[in-house]
């Protein structure tokens, strides 16, 4: 997708320095960071993946993030979720995330949201540009699958599991496009949420990373994204294979 620029803005000396990296990169420039400056992206689940999509994409300058979890930080957390210390437990992660990424980027607008996501946050959701399904388990993939097609938005769908993850981009803001429920369909039982299973620290670390990569393409328009695309990343061995998503015509959710 090329991006649309909305508006010039004038960027700061301190603009300039914070994000030299970034304007350095020819994919990026300063145009680039003013589109990303003009974005809004809303993260669903602050855990293993939710926390570095959140720091990147804070550091990165994204303009607004909203942020969404109901759930307070336990110590089996710490071990992959980055943004929290031994003195958080007990705290929401959303107010705890907010406060360290306004630490982490004080510029950018963060809202934290410790509500469980349910249908009745499509109103948190009306004006973000991309939302980034950080969840860990099958029925609330589903929900924000359902959630981006209504409001017409893309999505970047990561999941985590022992020592495999998988990243996706579904543009659900384009017509005719596969969608989520049309590669996993009526998984609910099958799939096992990461509360049952081991996850290596740095698998969630990698998929974070990725979905935060694809974000950032996505939102500025460049390169070759994961666009009805499957990475399977494998980290026991090493492997990383791509598969396509092809739209299945009898799904339910996209039809
Ligand atoms: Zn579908």
């Given at each position: 997708m090329k991006a649309k620029k909305i508006n010039k803005l004038q960027l700061s000396n301190d603009d300039l320095l914070r994000y030299n990296k970034h304007i350095l990169l020819e994919e990026i420039q300063t145009d680039g960071l003013e589109i990303l400056k003009q974005k809004h992206v809303a993260i669903i689940g602050l855990g293993g993946l939710g926390c570095p999509v959140a720091q990147y994409l804070s550091t990165s300058g994204v303009g607004k993030i909203t942020l969404i979890d109901h759930d307070v930080v336990e110590e089996t957390n710490l071990q992959r979720q980055i943004l929290y210390t031994s003195e958080d437990l007990g705290l929401y992660k959303a107010d705890v995330a907010c406060k360290r990424l306004k630490i982490l980027n004080p510029d950018i607008n963060i809202e934290g949201y410790s509500v469980?996501?349910?249908?009745?946050?499509?109103?948190?959701?009306?004006?973000?540009?991309?939302?980034?399904?950080?969840?860990?388990?099958?029925?609330?993939?589903?929900?924000?699958?359902?959630?981006?097609?209504?409001?017409?938005?893309?999505?970047?769908?990561g999941a985590a599991i022992k020592m495999q993850g998988q990243v996706a981009v579904f543009r659900n803001d384009l017509f005719d496009m596969p969608c989520y429920n049309c590669l996993y369909d009526d998984m609910e039982d099958e799939m096992s949420s990461c509360i049952d299973?081991?996850?290596?620290?740095?698998?969630?670390?990698?998929?974070?990373?990725?979905?935060?990569?694809?974000a950032i393409k996505t939102l500025v328009g460049f390169g070759e994204s994961l666009e009805s695309k499957l990475l399977l990343v494998d980290l026991k061995h090493m492997s990383f294979r791509t598969v396509k998503i092809t739209k299945d015509n009898k799904c339910k959710i996209c039809n």
């Open positions: 469980r996501f349910t249908n009745d946050s499509v109103s948190l959701m009306k004006d973000v540009d991309i939302i980034i399904d950080a969840t860990d388990n099958f029925k609330s993939r589903s929900l924000i699958n359902k959630i981006s097609l209504l409001l017409k938005k893309p999505l970047v769908m299973l081991g996850v290596l620290s740095t698998l969630t670390g990698t998929i974070g990373s990725l979905q935060a990569t694809e």
